[in-house]
């Protein structure tokens, strides 16, 4: 009996290697696909944070202080602001929400203390910020973000 030995064909060692190449194309193309999505993902909620948040924080903050007529716009040291009173025991306290230096911040204080726009606590950068009463009880906000993206909002006051 005559025992037969397979001959090599130089197929049988292309196919192998061809077909790893196109798995290793493939498995390339789609984290190159992959990271380009969440790149995008990214610098879309990047700019969500700083318009939106910015927003809602304003918006959250008027709903915490909408008592009575408490809540108007203004101006603090040449600023638009936003002034919401809070009283204290016997103590009347404001807090100013307004744009200064391409940022937008916040100050608490109380009532006869001097207030400059400068002693603010920053809450996020801007490019800019206006406000509005559109209404007896509405008030628009618009916010631009670093890389021109506006968003804005119109927030109710229930308490007029």
């Not at 498995?27 to 993902?41: M, P």
């Not at 007896?136 to 308490?159: E, Y």
Request: hydrophobic fraction near 40%; aromatic fraction near 10%; charged fraction near 20%.
């Amino acid at each position: 009996m005559r025992f037969r030995t397979k001959r090599r064909h130089m197929i049988d060692f292309l196919f192998p290697v061809a077909l790893f190449f196109v798995f290793a194309l493939s498995a390339l193309t789609v984290l190159l696909l992959a990271a380009r999505i969440y790149q995008s993902t990214t610098e879309n909620s990047s700019l969500n944070y700083t318009s939106r948040t910015g927003l809602s924080y304003i918006s959250e903050k008027i709903h915490q202080n909408d008592l009575g007529g408490q809540v108007t716009i203004g101006s603090l040291d040449g600023c638009e602001a936003l002034i919401m009173e809070q009283t204290a025991g016997e103590d009347i306290y404001y807090t100013y929400i307004y744009a200064d230096d391409k940022e937008l911040k916040e100050l608490f204080i109380k009532d006869g203390a001097p207030a400059k726009a400068s002693s603010g606590r920053t809450i996020l950068e801007i490019q800019n910020f206006s406000m509005e009463q559109i209404g007896d009880n509405l008030l628009r906000f618009s916010c631009t973000d670093k890389k021109n993206q506006t968003a804005s909002t119109i927030v109710g006051i229930r308490s007029i």
